[in-house]
C-alpha cells in the first residue's frame, strides 16, 4: 500500500486513520514519525471533534461503531 505524504520542514509527513473516541468517524491524520515504533503514541488534534487525541500511526484503524 502506498501511503500518501506531504512535506514540511520537518521531512516528509505520512497519512494514517484513527477512530476518533468521541464521535465514531475515521479520521485522517498526519505523522513525521515514519520511523517510529509501533506501540509508540503521538498527540493530535483530532479533525472530526476538535480534540487532542493520543494515537499510534502505525496501529490499524479499529472498525467504525455500530451508528445505532
Given at each position: 500500500?502506498?501511503?500518501p505524504?506531504?512535506?514540511?520542514d520537518k521531512g516528509?509527513?505520512?497519512a494514517?486513520?484513527?477512530l476518533c473516541p468521541n464521535?465514531?468517524?475515521r479520521v485522517q491524520g498526519w505523522s513525521s514519525a515514519d520511523e517510529a515504533q509501533p506501540g509508540a503514541l503521538?498527540?493530535?488534534t483530532c479533525l472530526a471533534c476538535g480534540r487532542v487525541h493520543l494515537i499510534d500511526p502505525k496501529a490499524p484503524p479499529a472498525p467504525e461503531k455500530d451508528p445505532r
Amino acid at each position: 500500500m502506498v501511503r500518501p505524504q506531504r512535506r514540511t520542514d520537518k521531512g516528509p509527513m505520512a497519512a494514517f486513520l484513527y477512530l476518533c473516541p468521541n464521535t465514531g468517524q475515521r479520521v485522517q491524520g498526519w505523522s513525521s514519525a515514519d520511523e517510529a515504533q509501533p506501540g509508540a503514541l503521538e498527540a493530535v488534534t483530532c479533525l472530526a471533534c476538535g480534540r487532542v487525541h493520543l494515537i499510534d500511526p502505525k496501529a490499524p484503524p479499529a472498525p467504525e461503531k455500530d451508528p445505532r
